[in-house]
T-cell receptor, first 110, second 114 residues
Framework: AQSVTQPDIHITVSEGASLELRCNYS??????LFWYVQSPGQGLQLLLK??????LVQGIKGFEAEFKRSQSSFNLRKPSVHWSDAAEYFC????????FGAGTRLTVKP | NAGVTQTPKFQVLKTGQSMTLQCAQD?????MSWYRQDPGMGLRLIHY???????DQGEVPNGYNVSRSTTEDFPLRLLSAAPSQTSVYFC?????????????FGPGTRLTVT
């Protein structure tokens, strides 16, 4: 079955610094990949999605992600982190249903 | 539109008790799903429904029942609660099964089983 792995449980970055959250997938065909953000006490919000085509996808809130088939990765990036980006981030893959990674908690230092 | 609503927000059960977590959406979405979220495990799919009268099992269905008698409602039943079912439960919906990545999530129900 398809799956995603997020190797980093918790990441801390300083406000204004760049961010990269890692996601690796396991899937035979071209996967449909997604990144979600969950603020404390809230449900999940879709940040961006990849189906096919351009491997660099832009999302909301200034996030982008790059699909790299050779590395089975779909890492999330942001050039300059804001304190409001502190949240938990989930990578997900869709086949017949949706499978989520374990999540990466982002802390932003002032 | 209220979106996806869940009740209750918090619940404490004793082992062996049963209860129903309610989920409703007012967007006329065909696809609805239930997830549980546990620390270090992400969200795991319990059950889902692609339309009224149709339900199917997800990744972790044991100990849970669902039904979908209307498009709007998708209740999740715990038949005999166990401490392993302590979790945060999220209901979600999307226009149809082809759009499950754009699911709208409810605010969650935090369940503790003692």
């Amino acid at each position: 079955a398809q799956s995603v792995t997020q190797p980093d449980i918790h990441i801390t970055v300083s406000e204004g610094a760049s961010l990269e959250l890692r996601c690796n997938y396991s899937y035979g065909a071209t996967p449909y990949l997604f990144w979600y953000v969950q603020s404390p006490g809230q449900g999940l919000q879709l940040l961006l999605k990849y189906f096919s085509g351009d491997t660099l996808v832009q999302g909301i809130k200034g996030f982008e992600a790059e699909f790299k088939r050779s590395q089975s990765s779909f890492n999330l990036r942001k050039p300059s982190v804001h304190w409001s980006d502190a949240a938990e981030y989930f990578c997900a893959v869709v086949d017949n249903d949706m499978r989520f990674g374990a999540g990466t908690r982002l802390t932003v230092k002032p | 539109n209220a979106g996806v609503t869940q009740t209750p927000k918090f619940q404490v059960l004793k082992t062996g008790q049963s209860m129903t977590l309610q989920c409703a959406q007012d967007m006329n979405h065909e696809y609805m799903s239930w997830y549980r979220q546990d620390p270090g495990m992400g969200l795991r799919l319990i059950h889902y429904s692609v339309g009224a009268g149709i339900t199917d099992q997800g990744e972790v269905p044991n100990g849970y029942n669902v039904s979908r008698s209307t498009t709007e409602d998708f209740p999740l039943r715990l038949l005999s609660a166990a401490p392993s079912q302590t979790s945060v439960y999220f209901c979600a919906s999307s226009y149809n099964s082809g759009n499950i990545y754009e699911q709208y999530f409810g605010p969650g129900t935090r369940l503790t089983v003692t």
